[in-house]
């Protein structure tokens, strides 16, 4: 993804993309994608517009991206995020043309390493990412030329592997050139014998906002023989309304065209701020992949899920896919050819166990539970408020313990559990607990670091970061964070937390997902401000009403 460069001309998208709504492009009477009658029936396949696995059972990517051209020894991290619970990595490579070539034996590492992690591993080539406004970037040809190299390493793991030939492979300019090298580049790696399904990255730097995939997905998915094609889009500052979100997707769907997010981001940038929120609804709600960028190692670390490639020390960022609503814990099932998501497994977990909750404080509380059983396996638990003949989905987690966030003081909730397998099939739910949260008032004698940095600037703006640490042996919940500009800067977003600001003076309390900072572990919180010439950074900090240490 390469934190990029928005040029001006996205200022124009909304009337483009409006436009191509109102012109009907890939609207409902359009043809629908079908397996075409040379289509395989083997591996991972297209089939009604639909990734499916081998045994026709539909295969829905939850996962991330992982940069292991530019961090090949960062490997832990495919056992890391499966144990987060992703069923999909994809996995930056370079074919030589502008990083270090990665070479077939390093390759087929990675291929063994996400089988025996149980994750369906995405290829690309990242070499290609802005070609025609990126003068260092190279062609679709060249990274098809780099697949067929790469033959005998991938020819016999069409069920484990997707090839996506190349990164956003072209950038702003003259985006509708795009149409007639991807299509070359398909019609070559079929010609040369692959069979296993191809993903397409979009023009305009992965996200089209100019609509050229979406005009010719049609054409370009007709041109492969096989059937076999699925199109991403990477959804990051364009993508800031829920109405781009939904009407972009739904024209595929609704076309019969088969779509993922291969790449988005939530955290606001100097472009916008993504609604990630939609982003990840929509996908669960129209069945469709999506692929959180990216694990650590960002240039620009606001992206990074986890902090230091540390699987214990995740962001934010990387709390909101994995823990929050829609993300990868509550929603990703195991792709069946490892033995997740059996289509001949209908019988559902035990109900869990009676609920309890401890370490209750004002906005926050734990709830642990007697773990279900299965005659295949338990791979979750949801968490749900019951409020009369209602539930609500408040957490999700891979065991039996979770720490329910954002709650209101003073104030008495009932919770409920239940429990999932691989094959989707659901417990009935447990027993009911009533908890009736603290009354209010800060956490006394917090021990604490801050550490705040400037992730960049322009002129009469600059994004910041917030670091807080708990260096205590007990987590601290419901916290207030305090500080104090010294030149008139002015927090205008923030992600993380909420603001109040008067004058120079900053506090800030968190959001749901960073309510709870865990003994030595932290949260970040990030923002954007505006300032005059000068922006001296705060540098004191205190934490429920306790002075911090600053690093």
């Known amino acids: 993804m390469l934190r990029r460069r928005r040029v001006a001309a996205l200022l124009t ?43 026709g059972n539909d295969f829905i990517m939850r996962g991330v991206n992982h940069a292991h051209t530019w961090y090949p020894g960062e490997t832990q991290s495919l056992a890391d995020v499966k144990a987060l619970g992703a069923n999909t990595v994809r996995v930056v490579l370079s074919n030589g043309h502008r990083w270090t070539k990665n070479s077939a034996a390093d390759v087929a590492g990675i291929v063994s390493q996400c089988k025996a992690n149980r994750l369906i591993c995405v290829l690309e080539v990242h070499d290609t990412t802005g070609y025609g406004e990126d003068a260092a970037a190279g062609t ?25 030939i190349g990164n956003e492979p072209w950038g702003n300019t003259n985006p509708a050139g795009w149409t007639d090298p991807t299509v070359a580049a398909i019609k070559k790696l079929r010609n040369a014998g692959f069979e296993h399904t191809i993903m397409v990255d979009a023009p305009n730097w992965g996200q089209d906002w100019q609509g050229v995939m979406r005009a010719n997905a049609q054409a370009v998915y007709d041109a492969d023989t096989t059937g076999n094609l699925i199109f991403s889009i990477h959804m990051y500052s364009v993508y800031d309304t829920a109405q781009e979100i939904t ?109 309890t909750a401890s370490a209750v404080t004002a ?136 603001p109040t600001q008067n004058s120079g003076a900053v506090s800030v309390t968190p959001a749901s997902y960073t309510s709870t900072i865990p003994a030595a572990g932290s949260v970040t919180v990030g923002f954007t401000g505006s300032k005059g010439a000068t922006n001296t950074s705060p540098t004191a900090f205190r934490l429920n009403g306790t002075a911090c240490a600053t690093t």
């Open 13 to 55: 998208r909304l009337v483009t993309l409006l436009g191509l709504v109102a012109l009907g492009v890939l609207g409902p009477a359009t043809a629908h994608a079908q397996s075409s009658p040379g289509a395989l029936d083997t591996g991972l396949h297209i089939s009604d517009g639909r990734l499916v696995e081998g045994n």
């Open 140 to 164: 679709l040809d060249q990274a098809a030329d780099y697949w067929i190299g790469l033959k005998d390493v991938l020819a016999g793991e069409e069920n484990y592997v997707i090839v996506n």
């Open 247 to 355: 009407d972009y997707l739904n024209a595929f769907v609704n076309a019969g065209l088969p779509i993922l997010i291969g790449e988005f981001g939530g955290p606001p940038d100097q472009w916008g701020d993504p609604d990630e929120d939609t982003m990840m609804a929509a996908a669960q709600q129209l069945r469709l992949g999506y692929l959180a960028w990216s694990w650590s190692g960002n240039t620009d670390p606001i992206l990074d899920l986890s902090i230091g490639f540390d699987p214990s020390r995740l962001s934010s960022w990387g709390q909101r896919i994995f823990n929050g609503a829609n993300g990868i814990a509550q929603t990703s099932r195991e792709a069946t050819v490892f033995g997740g998501g059996d289509p001949g497994d209908t019988q559902a977990p035990t109900a869990p166990g009676t609920p």
């Open 363 to 498: 906005t926050s509380l734990t709830l642990a539970w007697p773990a279900a059983t299965d005659n295949v396996g338990v791979t979750g638990y949801d968490v749900v408020r019951v409020s009369g003949g209602s539930e609500t989905t408040v957490a999700a987690s891979t065991t039996n313990t979770v720490d329910v966030t954002g709650l209101t003081a003073d104030t008495t909730y009932t919770f409920a559990v239940y429990a999932r397998d691989a094959a989707g099939n659901r417990s009935a739910r447990s027993a009911t607990v009533n908890v009736t949260t603290d009354e209010g008032g800060s956490t006394p004698g917090v021990a604490c670091s801050v550490g705040y940095r400037v992730v960049g600037e322009w002129p009469g703006g600059f994004q910041g970061e917030i670091t807080i640490r708990n260096t205590g042996t007990t987590a601290i919940s419901g916290w207030t964070l305090a500080f104090a500009f010294a030149n008139g800067q002015t927090v205008t977003n923030m992600w993380g937390g909420t």
